[in-house]
């Protein structure tokens, strides 16, 4: 039985991050990942495939800087994991002792059985796997009426691509009031629901699919609980992923109510030796550090960023605790993105606040033809000005721009702070340095604050 | 004699944020801003002018929003100023009292009496002036062999739009080995020059002007130090600014030996009631404290804000002392931005330091059509791993990056907390998660330090 120092289950975002740090830090170490299939998808490019990449060849990732850093790498099915033993048992009949184990074995799309014909044929998955999406590609090439249930990124984001397919007619079932209403403001939630039915998808939102319908068990109908009935030749359900943790689960590993690994700041499991990082593994929240289930590539790989440098003991301190979920996308030519709080997860938190906005556009002078509105709203802790949240929308610069504000809430930065914040600024390049927008967003939650003493 | 609270005298970005944030603070106090043609320019927007915009009028920018929040504006230039007596006299005759006179007169451009010839006809200079500047424009029209003598950003940006325009051999020279040396790396500055030489500029570098020559005052011909004569139709002096301070000293103020006016953090001079903020006023650098003369709009406004807050009474603490410059430019369609400490300011400041660069491309996956480069360089502290500077060059996100980087130096990040450092990414707006070029080059850094232990 051939051993090894480190056996990584996965080779998602976090598997790869993991080993590829691990190994460069401990170049002695014997270290084996096992994945599944022979290609990775990069998780976020997977809506893209259906349009504007055009191929799943386009959107492939692989465990190369781990191979190339030393490690080896197996296609193969882990079945089971024997904790006392320390090994790992694939279903091609292969066994391999481990030191140090680390599950990476990422998420698995939510099924919905409750929605009766839930598994028809021509009912599909976003499933991050190779094989799957290509032969789902296959699937969709004549289908005309394609019903997309849930409007979370990965639902609006594949509607968005699949609308504009030639002879497509795409349909989107979300039952909350907007799409993305769980990463964003209401304010940004419903900009985006716009600006999807704007491409050719046809939203229908506070709505619920009651029940998937067809001859046979082949898909024909959706029907609504608005009492419309769609015509369908593909359904895709969006509606969530859950932690991929029923290995674990039979290994003896606490999982938490989510189904997810629990860990601690340093990704290890109550099991000596035994770690877990990205979507498997369990996450708390930023602020509160109550219970979450944020599943974002980012923050996988921020995690296996930690775990890679600490897997055999803590070198570089973890300095920011807790998930800090910084989501961002681009529907039709608008880019998006939030990180912290907004209205919706600080009244879930109890968490008070004041909020403001700021507009200007994301060059200047505005006389450019390519200069596009910007919007930066910030939320705010009334009591010493701390940035709790943010959310930023227009331009392409929205997906850098989130990033400052990450950095600002990780930070704790202030408002205050902001007012003497030094930037850098360019005509082609950015706003104003008079509007630069964060900070004019920044000084009107000065005001308001003032305004409320 | 019409009694102000304050009097600001000037209208650029210094004089404009410092009003209006004054004005919205305090309602109630009357404000005055002086400024001396009707029409106003964005400083930086000034090379695009040029070409890109190419008019004036698509340049300008005003004290609107101060007018807005109630403050009176007059066009009129300030020839005296009593502080004994707290008032200032005008050109036209007008006299007006002061509670607080700030003084935001900018800075005029270096004129290089030092070469024969530097008086010709058809000698210019990028003045920050509507008026100067539209009457350039039409100067400029009919002429075809340009020279530019000086390349910094406003230089090269300058020789970059017009080489742009039908008919106009350009040059460039530069008595340093690389354009944007006092900004850049050597590294990004030899990027930038050769970036430069492939529009239609020709560039000499390690380069002087030796003389300006011509029949009669018009100039004819540049003699350079490596021996060349250029024909030359029209001449640009772009070699730098000093502050405008000449009605500052005659009012009694104390000035540095760069003839700044001197000012401690808030922006006052040593007389009461009297401040200085922008181009005009002193700056001291970020990490040393040491006298520096960074004139930066983006620098002028932080400033402004400070000011505008605290013009009566320090109600929002400075919280970043200390000017950190932070540039960024686009030539020839490559953006690159710089903050902070580089190989050249840390020699002259003899501070050490590692660095370390990562470069991969601004969207993932790479595949996408529009995906260009994005290259991080760090310059780190290897004492403690805190971020004394950074370069950023590539794509457009470059000018948000930076400012990422910015926000990071001044709250002391280290690279090790750019490890647990969570931030969101999408395929359209990002680079990958697993590749962020920021993050990797804080582990380059890492890698680096631990190598020199």
């Known amino acids: 039985m051939r051993k090894y120092d480190v056996i990584i289950i996965g080779a998602g975002p976090a598997g790869i991050i993991t ?20 290609n990775g998808l990069v998780p976020c490019g997977i809506p893209y495939i259906f ?42 009949g292969k066994e391999f002792h481990y030191e140090k184990l680390v599950f990476a074995t990422g998420s698995l799309p939510v099924i919905p059985t409750f929605i009766p014909g839930y598994d028809f044929e021509n009912v599909f998955y976003i499933k991050k796997s190779y094989n799957y999406i290509k032969q789902l590609i296959v699937h969709l090439k004549d289908k005309k009426n394609i019903i997309i249930v849930g409007g979370g990124f990965i639902g609006a984001e594949v509607a ?31 900009i985006a629901t716009e600006k999807l039915r704007k491409t050719n998808v046809n939203v229908y939102t506070s709505t619920r699919v009651n029940s998937v319908n067809g001859k046979g068990r082949t898909v024909e109908k959706v029907e609504l609980s608005n009492g419309k009935s769609l015509d369908a030749d593909a359904v895709i359900m969006a509606i969530g992923y859950k932690p991929n943790t029923e290995l674990a689960r039979e290994a003896g590993l606490d999982l938490n109510r989510m189904s997810a690994i629990i860990v601690d700041n340093y990704e290890r499991t109550s099991i000596k030796d035994v770690c877990a990082v990205g979507d498997c593994s369990q996450t ?25 440098h600490n897997l055999f003991g803590i070198k570089v301190k973890k300095c920011f605790t807790g998930t800090l979920a910084v989501f961002s996308t681009e529907i039709n030519g ?60 227009g331009s392409k610069s929205s997906g850098e721009i989130i990033n400052t504000i990450s950095l600002a809430i990780q930070k704790g930065v202030t408002v205050y702070e902001l007012i003497s914040y030094q930037i850098g600024t360019h005509p082609l390049l ?23 003493k």
Chains 1, 2 share one sequence.
Request: glycine share 6%; with cysteine.
């Open 284 to 308: 708390v929240g930023f602020l509160t550090g109550t219970l979450d289930n944020i599943m974002l590539a980012s923050t996988a790989t921020a995690e296996a960023r930690v775990l890679g």
């Open 19 to 38: 080993g590829t740090t691990a190994k460069k830090k401990n170049p002695d170490k014997s270290m084996l990942m096992i994945k599944e299939e022979e």
């Open 160 to 190: 968005e691509q699949l609308a504009l397919e030639p002879n497509k007619e795409v349909s989107l079932v979300e039952m909350e009031e907007f799409c993305f209403i769980k990463a964003f403001s209401a304010e940004l939630s419903e």
């Open 430 to 452: 950015t706003a104003a340095p008079t509007k630069t927008v964060l900070i004019k967003a920044a000084e009107m939650a000065i005001a308001e604050m003032n305004a409320r």
């Open 51 to 92: 349009h504007r990449l055009g191929d799943v060849d386009k959107n492939k990732m692989g465990p190369k800087p781990f191979v190339d850093a030393g490690g080896d790498v197996i296609t193969d099915s882990v079945e089971k994991v024997n904790i006392e033993k320390k090994t790992v048992q694939t279903k091609s």
């Open 334 to 393: 608008l880019a998006m993105a939030a990180a912290g709080l907004n209205e919706n997860n600080a009244k879930e938190a109890n968490i008070e606040f004041i909020s403001a906005k700021f507009t200007d556009v994301d060059r200047h002078p505005g006389t450019f033809e390519d200069t596009m509105p910007l919007t930066v709203k910030l939320y705010v802790s009334p009591s010493d000005g701390s940035i709790l949240g943010g959310e930023v929308w």
